[in-house]
Nanobody, 125 residues
Framework: QVLLVESGGETVQPGGSLRLSCAAS????????IAWFRQAPGKEREGVSCSASSIGDEYYAASVKGRFTISRDSFKRTVYLQMDNLNPEDTGIYFC??????????????????WGQGTRVTVSS
């Protein structure tokens, strides 16, 4: 059974930083694609960043490129999303997700079929 558990969301001021964590179990961690999505109030969920595998493709949405960094710790079976220079438009619930097959390009967002419960990020002064 695949289990994804996010943590690290909180309220932060504009310009601040947060690191989100996604602890994964029940999957072949190094080979599994893992993505971060977010859903802002009143908006549809969007893909933010993804990692196809521990050595594979990475992707960042244009709105976060240069500010967010995705990384993996194979020993801890955890994927991180380092978020710097946050702005109010980054506010939302952040979800990590995985897919039960390898992906060459990890930004095929509709294929992700395992989801965590989400962690809330609020960027506000």
């Amino acid at each position: 059974q695949v289990l994804l558990v996010e943590s690290g969301g909180e309220t932060v001021q504009p310009g601040g930083s947060l690191r989100l964590s996604c602890a994964a179990s029940g999957l072949t961690f190094d080979l599994s694609p893992i993505a971060w999505f977010r859903q802002a109030p009143g908006k549809e969920r969007e893909g933010v960043s993804c990692s196809a595998s521990s050595i594979g493709d990475e992707y960042y949405a244009a709105s976060v490129k240069g500010r967010f960094t995705i990384s993996r710790d194979s020993f801890k079976r955890t994927v991180y999303l380092q978020m710097d220079n946050l702005n109010p438009e980054d506010t939302g619930i952040y979800f990590c997700a995985s897919h039960d097959a390898p992906m060459y390009k990890c930004n095929a967002w509709s294929l992700y079929n395992y989801w965590g419960q989400g962690t809330r990020v609020t960027v506000s002064s």
